[in-house]
């Protein structure tokens, strides 16, 4: 098999199985908060129905509206979120082939489906989306310091290491980073800015349904509402495996069952926990979300990472 055509492979297969775990993550997410609020919850497929629901509705483009931009934003978002699952499988599959510096492009193509939800926001005319876009914009600033002093971890654990093969090879002969003092610390603080990424509460303030009533995405309907809601459920999927990479190394299907399914049991218990914090915790001001990351969360991450550098 040709190296391009591998590559379309492993996009394809990235796009499908983070689109259908994605979809399981968002209906696990909303039947949990169901069941916390004492309600029954949606069906399985609920997600499915929500998607071809929205692909089959007129798309409304508002007047004033810069429209390549806006409808190339959920394109852009969507793609890089495929490349970002096809990096990952693949480097599950083949942990030895992966190459220098995938970290990097891993990390920076995560920040894509934000930045175009803030082009695509700007892109509208409206002002109610516009500042759901600086508010997306100011919580980026707010936990990518933090969330890359935390990455910071595994990568001097395994030798300074950038790429993702070689943490994975790493844990796999030396153990889980997250079985250290400072992969404990730094797991934490990267589960807190999952939680920012993902623009869950207490963190979602770019998206506040009683204030700026959908932010961001209040122009955007039909196909270009679902590929970005798709690309919101993908990035519950991409960003947890991200996690589990890079801090417990279990995923490698070269190992046994018995890691597999633990792996599974990981990424539940992370989709859990993402979703007991946004049922138990009230939405905070995009002020006190920036000085939560930059005056509490930043300095933890760098405790962690001098800890890494004492080799705890």
């Not at 909303?30 to 629901?53: C, E, H, N």
């Amino acid at each position: 098999m040709t190296t391009v055509l591998q590559g379309v492979v492993f996009l394809g297969v990235g796009f499908l199985v983070a689109a259908v775990v994605g979809m399981f993550a968002h209906w696990f997410d909303r039947k949990i908060t169901a069941r916390v609020q004492w309600r029954v919850g949606p069906p399985f497929f609920q997600p499915w129905y929500d998607f071809l629901k929205l692909l089959i509705k007129e798309v409304m483009i508002p007047d004033g509206a810069q429209k390549f931009t806006f409808l190339a934003a959920p394109l852009i978002s969507l793609a890089s979120v495929s490349v970002v699952a096809a990096l990952l499988i693949r480097t599950i599959v083949f942990p030895a082939e992966t190459f220098v510096g995938d970290l990097i492009v891993v990390i920076y193509l995560m920040t894509i489906p934000s930045q175009a939800l803030i082009l695509g926001a700007f892109s509208s005319g409206n002002p109610l989306a516009s500042l759901g876009g600086s508010r997306e914009m100011k919580l980026i600033l707010s936990y990518e310091l933090p969330f890359l002093l935390a990455i910071l971890v595994p990568v001097v654990k395994a030798g300074n290491s950038i790429r993702l093969g070689e943490i994975l090879q790493f844990q796999g002969t030396e153990g889980a980073v997250i079985a250290s003092f400072s992969g404990v610390i730094s797991f934490v603080v990267a589960l807190l800015c999952m939680q920012a990424k993902l623009a869950k509460v207490p963190f979602d303030a770019p998206e506040a349904e009683t204030e700026i009533m959908a932010g961001a995405y209040i122009e955007y309907s039909g196909a270009t509402l679902a590929l970005f809601k798709l690309s919101q459920w993908m990035m519950m999927f991409v960003v947890p495996l991200f996690l589990m990479m890079l801090w417990v190394g279990a995923v490698n299907w070269q190992q046994t069952w018995l890691n597999l399914f633990f792996a599974v049991l990981i990424y539940i218990g992370i989709l859990l926990f993402m979703t007991l914090i946004r049922n138990t915790n009230v939405r905070l001001r995009i002020d006190q979300i920036m000085t939560f990351f930059w005056a509490r969360v930043t300095p933890i991450a760098v405790i962690a990472l001098i800890l890494a550098f004492l080799g705890l």
